[in-house]
């Protein structure tokens, strides 16, 4: 499982490179207009029902605290169904030492229902990347989403999405928790996003992250956010937990 994460991390950072060249010829393909905002495939941490088109690709770069880059490449490679790698690398950004990357992981996302006016969209996917990983204990301090179901849907006013949903991050013990967040797009120029992760058990404390995305273009977008407001509960491995600032960049573009 290992062996195929990673070489499935590498092949995503092959492409990468060959993003510009994409860019440009899906852009030749299909001109979308100026001041179309792209659907929303995630918030902060928060998974919505969205989906990336048919050969649509989003590249995520997420700097987080103590000078730590996560990076993510995700691809549309069917009609409903997303593919995409992510890795970490701790302390990259900085003077502190050492610089750590941290295993590789796998994202899946599949749409089984486009919505309608009385039911959410509905999607189902799996999402191995964690965060605060200990490489002592081989585990991360805040675990992947992992296998989970989310449902979106516009509701109140226009631009403000609801979103919500269930999800196992651990198979061995098979707790179920929920998550709940909403965003406000205000015109083409920024949203606001809020979360409240992490919910059902006690012994996992519950996570409230707030932010903003600016949207630079249709396809550049920048958040701004805060993670973990109010945390006090130390990590289970006795190290201290505080709120994060993290800063995320995201580009979406077409093969």
């Given at each position: 499982?290992k062996?195929?994460?990673?070489?499935?991390?590498?092949f995503?950072?092959?492409?990468?490179?060959?993003?510009?060249?994409?860019?440009?010829?899906?852009a030749?393909?299909?001109?979308?207009?100026e001041?179309?905002?792209?659907p929303?495939t995630?918030?902060?941490?928060?998974?919505?029902?969205?989906?990336?088109?048919?050969?649509?690709?989003?590249?995520?770069?997420?700097?987080?605290?103590?000078?730590?880059?996560?990076?993510?490449?995700?691809?549309g490679?069917?009609e409903?169904?997303?593919?995409?790698?992510?890795m970490?690398?701790?302390?990259?950004?900085?003077?502190d030492?050492?610089?750590?990357?941290?295993?590789?992981?796998?994202?899946?996302?599949y749409?089984?229902?486009?919505?309608?006016?009385?039911?959410?969209?509905?999607?189902?996917?799996?999402?191995?990347q964690?965060?605060?990983?200990?490489?002592?204990l081989?585990?991360?301090m805040e675990?992947?989403r992992?296998?989970?179901?989310?449902?979106?849907?516009e509701?109140?006013?226009?631009?403000?999405?609801?979103?919500?949903?269930?999800?196992?991050?651990?198979?061995?013990d098979?707790?179920?928790?929920?998550?709940?967040?909403?965003?406000?797009?205000l015109?083409?120029?920024?949203?606001f996003?809020?979360?409240y992760?992490?919910?059902?058990?006690?012994?996992n404390?519950k996570r409230?992250?707030?932010?903003?995305?600016?949207?630079?273009?249709?396809?550049?977008?920048?958040?701004?956010?805060?993670?973990?407001?109010?945390?006090?509960?130390?990590?289970?491995?006795?190290s201290?937990?505080?709120?994060?600032?993290?800063?995320?960049?995201?580009?979406?573009?077409?093969f």
């Amino acid at each position: 499982m290992k062996k195929t994460m990673t070489a499935l991390f590498a092949f995503s950072f092959a492409v990468l490179a060959a993003a510009p060249l994409a860019a440009q010829k899906g852009a030749e393909r299909e001109e979308k207009p100026e001041g179309v905002i792209l659907p929303e495939t995630g918030l902060i941490d928060v998974p919505t029902a969205g989906i990336l088109d048919y050969y649509g690709f989003l590249i995520k770069t997420r700097f987080y605290s103590e000078g730590g880059v996560l990076g993510s490449l995700n691809f549309g490679v069917l009609e409903r169904l997303n593919l995409g790698a992510s890795m970490a690398v701790d302390k990259l950004v900085g003077s502190d030492s050492p610089v750590r990357m941290v295993r590789p992981e796998i994202q899946v996302r599949y749409r089984f229902h486009d919505g309608d006016y009385y039911v959410p969209a509905l999607a189902l996917g799996f999402d191995g990347q964690g965060y605060f990983y200990r490489k002592a204990l081989k585990k991360y301090m805040e675990k992947g989403r992992g296998l989970y179901v989310v449902g979106s849907k516009e509701y109140l006013a226009p631009g403000l999405v609801f979103h919500g949903g269930l999800n196992v991050p651990d198979f061995d013990d098979g707790y179920i928790f929920g998550f709940l967040a909403a965003n406000y797009t205000l015109g083409d120029k920024m949203a606001f996003m809020f979360e409240y992760d992490n919910l059902f058990h006690s012994d996992n404390p519950k996570r409230v992250n707030a932010g903003t995305r600016f949207f630079i273009t249709p396809y550049f977008h920048l958040d701004v956010a805060m993670r973990d407001l109010g945390a006090s509960e130390d990590f289970l491995d006795g190290s201290e937990r505080n709120p994060e600032r993290v800063v995320q960049m995201r580009y979406t573009t077409s093969f």
